[in-house]
Structure formats: C-alpha cells, structure tokens
C-alpha cells in the first residue's frame, strides 16, 4: 500500500517541489495551500495524476482531511521579507494557528509530523555559523518579527506536541533556498538580481552589500528534508549550505552568470536585517548523513534558465 502525506503550502516553492519528490517514491500526495503565496502552475504537471490530489485549503482554519494519513509536512507560511511586510497578520497566524491545526491532524491520523523552520529563528545572529543549540538575537516587534516569532512559536509548539501528546515530530531550520519555482516578485534578493541582471536594470543592494547568506540548492534542501523525515530526530536540524559570501559578491556573481552589464546601486537596508547568516551542518552530517552536493556557481546556471523562461513569459 502506498504510503500517504500531507503537504501544507504544496503550491509554493518548496512545498512544490516536495510534492514531486514524494509523488516520484510512491507516494499518495495531498497537496494543501491556500494560493496566497503558491501557485497552482507549480503543481500543474501533478494534477491530473491519480495519486495526487490538490486540496483548496487555507490551514489557520481547521484542517480536515479524509483516511489515513503517514507524514505531515506543513510547509504553509507566506517566506519572504516582502510577503510578510504586507501579510504580517496572516504570516503569525499560519505559523500559530496552522501550526497547532496541523498538530492536531498529526495526532488524529497517528501521523509523523514534520515543521518548516527557518534560520531566521537565530534572528541578527551573535554567533556565527550557527548551530542548533543558538537560542537567536530576534526583534520580536521589528517588521521581521512577524516571521521569527511565528516560526520560534511554531517550534515550541511542535515540541509540546512531541513531549506531551507523544507524536512523532522533526523540525528543519532551513537556510536561504533558491531554485526553480522562485517567484520572480517576491522580493528576496535572488530572484530580484537574476530579474534585474536579465533585464538590465540597476541591481539594487541593500546597505553597502556586506551582510552575508549562505544559498542553497533546492535539490539539496528536499534530499535533507526526506532524510529528515525518516529519521527519529525530534530536535531541530539545520539543513543549508554553508557556501557564504556576502550580498555585493552574490550581486556580482549573477552579473557574470548572466553576462549581464547592468550597473550596482546601493539602497537602504532594511530594518533588522541580519549580518550574517551561515549553517553549522555538522548535526545533518551527523544524524542524516546528509550535504549539499550542488555548489553555488552549478545551481545558479541551473536557476538562471527557470528565470529567463519566466522573464519570457511576462
Ligand atoms: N537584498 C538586496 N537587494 C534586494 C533584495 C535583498 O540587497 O533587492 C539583501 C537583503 O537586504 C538581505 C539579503 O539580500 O541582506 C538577502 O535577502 P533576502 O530577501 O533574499 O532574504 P533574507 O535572507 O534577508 O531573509
């Protein structure tokens, strides 16, 4: 018997992509969104497919699905500075509210459960890389902190569920992902410098481009969180790749990749805007055996015809 799961955010980047891993092992794939940040053209190539069903759902309400359910992976949350600037409410109560609806479901259905976390729990970080035992530097009033706080809560929450109601959970930190599917508008800084590179419009930097991201495949990202799935890790995994360098460098990486001769313009940072962020992944080497096999140079080529058919097609 196929074994069945649940993705909540299944239309978004990440939530998308997850579908296809697990459709491609057998699977049964309920995929849950609400369309606010995902989109049903990345499902499109799964939807007339028999063990895939699309669920028109918005998950801060109760969730109710029919039969037995295996593995919850709740992926919904709006994730990019912008989405959350304008969707603040919305961001804190999917991260609660959803949260603990997705929990109760995971425990209905004697389902593992497994929580998309985010480095930005470690917030403006002083400690540096990180590792899972930093407890973060995080505004909780900053226009961030809509996120940060909605994802700690999240993991409290997730953990009062492992601990007291005894189900099985895991919990990711996931660090900056890019790939196909990005959305080309949402603001972060990948899919904006590839759009401004191709274009050749300024490529705006924030601040004077010190800050530094640590940018992960995508590819490598679902291979961490399957492995994760599988595991009996119930504490919170990193699973980024370490690879950092700062924004102005990353700016002009994208330049070459794109052969681009659009010019650099500094803009102001916004507030609370981390300085650093890099993964200690010394625990997902450890417990996963997992790490990231695509450098960053390899999976940007990749990227860049995803976001070139995309600028095709506005
Ligand atoms: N950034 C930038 N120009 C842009 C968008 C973002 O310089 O047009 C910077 C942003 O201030 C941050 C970094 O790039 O320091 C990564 O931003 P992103 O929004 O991708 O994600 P974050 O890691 O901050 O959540």
Redesign the pocket.
Known sequence: MAKRILITGGAGFLGSHLCDRYYEDGWKVICMDNLLTGSKNNISHLIEKDRFEFIHHDVTQFIKVDGDLDLILHFASPA??IDYLEMPIQTLKVGSLGTHNALGLAKTKKAKFLLASTS?VYGDPLQHPQNESYWGNVNPTGFRGVYDEAKRFAEAMTMAYHRFHDIDTSIVRIF?TYGSRMRLKD????P??FRQALKGEPI????D?S?T?SFTYVDDLIEGIFRLAESDEAEPVNIGNPEEIT?LEF?NEILEITESDSKIIF?E??DD??KI?QPDISKAKRVLNWSPTVNRREGLVKTMDYFKEQIALV
Do not use: H, K, Y
């Open positions: 990019s500075p930005e900056n603001g972060r800084a990948l904006t410098f705006t930097v924030f601040g481009g800050q991201r924004i700016a803009e940072l916004p805007d981390p962020r």
